[in-house]
Every structure is written in C-alpha cells, then in structure tokens.
C-alpha cells in the first residue's frame, strides 16, 4: 500500500466518523423536540415576557390545581359594558350572577339568571333560572350538562389557553354548536364572555367580580 492509498483512507475513516457523530446528535436534538430532553430544557428556561391582556402561558399546574386561577370566584352581570341585547332579552335580571368553584381539580360553574335563587333544585332538575356543571381543563368534550340536566345530550370541552383565557366548545350530541372565550383582564376585577361563529356577530357579555357570601 503506498502512501496515496494510505491517506485516502484515513481520509475516508475520518469523514466516516464525522457522519456518524453527526448523525447522534441530529437523533438526540429531534428526540429533544418531542419532548424528551428538549422539553426539561425548555422548563428551564425563563418564560417570555408579558404582553398585555394575555396571562400567563405556563399553565400545567394550573390545569391540575385551578384554584388560584383568576377566573375562580363570583361574578355580577354588567349590562353597560354587555351587548345590548343582552339586556333585551330579559332573561338576566341585574342580580345576573356566575360562581366558578375549584372543585376536584377541575371547576365547578353556577350561572344564574337573578341571584339569590329561589331553591337548589337547579342541581338536578332543569330550569331555567340556574345551572351547575363540572369540568376539567383538559380540552375532551365529554363533561355533561352545560346548561343543565336539559335533555338535549349536550357536552362540553374546556381549554386554559393561559391563566386568563379558557376556550369552551359545546357540543349537541356529538356537534360542535357553541364556541365561547371566556378572558378576565389583567387586573382580575372584569370576566368576558364571547361567543363567536362563522356567520353571525360575536356575542359579548360582561361580568364584574364581586364578594359574595353563601
């Protein structure tokens, strides 16, 4: 073997070697990607910097234990800053009220049409005046009852979209019929409701937070 040849595979080994070490780290970064290493990397990291209305992305904790979500609390329908149909509709009296409760790691929520109500049968029977229904923050549609022992096979899927945001989605028997963004400000005294299609107007309902003794 001359010196050439000799060379020439050297050259071959090292270019070999390069590849193959190439190769492990492409693996080990895609595998970081999916959520391996990659993903203890980015809990490490600092979050990113507040932008205005928007809470808080880094919600798995939250998801778990929703106790100190800012959503949690008692809040008061507000029919100056509400659409006004809400108030000609005449379904809400000024008394309009919602409850949302840490419940079992998931959120217990109570609508009522004026506060107090006249009885507890709400929990059970269908009416009008009141519901109650439980959920999680794990975005499956299955939770029962939205608007109450009704019938009408509804379920209902909630999202925390961060600490301020939950998206709901509705459904009629398996279809989808609803979408609400719920969103409370950043400084915890306003909660929005807006509903929203493809073909119509968003709805847009207003609720101060008020204390409330039960």
């Known amino acids: 073997m001359n010196r050439s040849t000799r060379y020439l595979g050297f050259v071959s080994i090292g270019v ?4 193959a070490s190439g190769a ?47 959503i949690i609390g008692a809040w008061r329908i ?26 079992n790691g998931g959120i ?20 009008d005046d009141g519901r109650e229904f439980w959920f999680k923050l794990d975005g ?20 925390l979209v961060d600490r301020n945001t939950i998206f709901r989605e509705r459904a009629t028997k398996g279809v989808i019929d609803e979408r609400v963004l719920y969103r409370v400000s950043p400084d915890g005294k306003t ?3 807006t509903t929203f299609n493809s073909g119509g107007d968003s709805g847009h309902v207003v609720w101060d937070r008020i204390q409330l003794s039960r």
Not at 16 to 19: E, I, N, R, W, Y
Not at 26 to 38: A, E, F, K, T
Not at 88 to 99: D, V, Y
Not at 142 to 159: A, C, F, K
């Open 24 to 70: 492990r780290m492409l693996s080990q970064g895609n595998q970081g990607g999916r959520g391996g290493q990659g993903g203890e990397a980015r809990a490490k990291l600092p979050e990113a910097p507040p932008t205005g209305f928007f809470g808080s992305y880094r919600v798995i904790a939250d998801k778990m234990d929703p106790s100190k979500l800012p």
């Open 108 to 127: 217990k929520n109570e609508v009522f049409l004026f506060y107090p109500p006249k009885d507890d049968s709400y929990k059970t029977v269908f009416t």
């Open 140 to 159: 499956k549609n299955i939770y029962e009852n939205p608007q109450g022992p009704n019938g009408l096979g509804q379920t209902v899927g909630m999202w």
């Open 191 to 193: 909660l929005a409701w």
């Open 16 to 19: 070999a070697l390069m590849l």
């Open 78 to 103: 507000n029919f100056d800053k509400s659409d006004p149909s809400m108030k000609a509709q005449g379904r809400f009296k000024e008394t309009g009220t919602a409850i949302y409760t840490a419940v």
